[in-house]
């Protein structure tokens, strides 16, 4: 149901949009968060968008860097991340809240399969 896409291999400083579609149910009064995990590592939190968009939260390691948005009409989730450094390389994934703006997993119900983001240094 959420699919993540727009991962790949780009050089330090560079910068990727990662695109999250939903299918089959409507996420539009979900918070959608991205979330990563690097080999080794446990998954954590990047980043949450609200449901109207209008409120977002950022991990310190991508604040300023990192933008998530949503785009309701078309139930998809970006995002733009930018200044790309080597520890940023991991699976991305999206996911949805029903209900709770949070950047704990645990409270994310619905989980889309991942994509890779590969930093060259």
């Known amino acids: 149901q959420l699919q993540a896409s727009g991962g790949g291999l780009v050089q330090a400083g560079g910068s990727l949009r990662l695109s999250c579609a939903a299918s089959?149910?409507?996420?539009?009064?979900?918070?959608m968060g991205w979330f990563r995990q690097a080999p080794g590592k446990e998954r954590e939190f990047v980043a949450a968008?609200?449901?109207?968009?209008?409120?977002?939260t950022y991990a310190d390691s991508v604040k300023g860097r990192f933008t998530i948005s949503r785009d309701n009409a078309h139930n998809t989730v970006y995002l733009q991340m930018n200044s790309l450094k080597p520890e940023d390389t991991a699976v991305y994934y999206c996911?949805?809240?029903?209900?709770?703006?949070?950047?704990?997993?645990?409270?994310?119900?619905?989980w889309g399969l991942g994509t890779q983001v590969t930093v060259s240094s």
């Open positions: 968008v609200s449901w109207s968009g209008g409120s977002t």
């Open positions: 089959g149910r409507t996420f539009t009064r979900y918070v």
């Open positions: 996911a949805a809240a029903e209900r709770t703006f949070s950047a704990y997993s645990i409270d994310y119900g619905y």
